[in-house]
């Protein structure tokens, strides 16, 4: 089965940035759309960004739009999140998440149950 392995997570200040990798140790995420999620104690998993296997679609959670850049290098099984002006707000574990459909749609994406494969997360700590 895919098993989508997650890393770069870290401690980081206020206003700095992380970028988070995703690759599979089994078979390639080249043909499969991918999306960040993250879960913060106490609260539920939130999708923060999605892009389709072709990286042509991309999709934010809103409180992210203009900070985080998803990406995806072609035929090399490997999806970024890259984390700017991080917030204590943005502390939690991110998991990436995978789905065998070419692109998510927008009223699908960010929902946890959409995914079929998932990472067992990475840690992010945002504090001064």
């Known amino acids: 089965q895919l098993q989508p392995v997650e890393s770069g997570g870290g401690l980081a200040q206020p206003g700095g940035s992380l970028r988070l990798s995703c690759s599979s140790s089994?078979?390639?995420?080249?043909?499969?759309?991918v999306g960040w999620f993250r879960q913060a104690p106490g609260k539920e998993r939130e999708g923060v960004a999605c892009i389709s296997a072709s990286g042509a679609a991309i999709m934010y959670e809103d409180s992210v739009k203009g900070r985080f850049t998803i990406s995806r290098e072609k035929n090399n099984n490997i999806v970024y999140l890259q984390m700017n002006n991080l917030q204590p707000e943005d502390t939690a574990v991110y998991y990436c998440?995978?789905?065998?459909?070419?692109?998510?749609?927008?009223?699908?994406?960010?929902?946890?149950?959409?995914?079929?494969?998932w990472g067992q997360g990475t840690q992010v700590t945002v504090s001064s």
């Open positions: 089994s078979f390639t995420l080249d043909f499969y759309a």
């Open positions: 998440a995978a789905n065998a459909a070419t692109t998510m749609s927008e009223s699908n994406w960010n929902f946890w149950k959409s995914y079929d494969y």
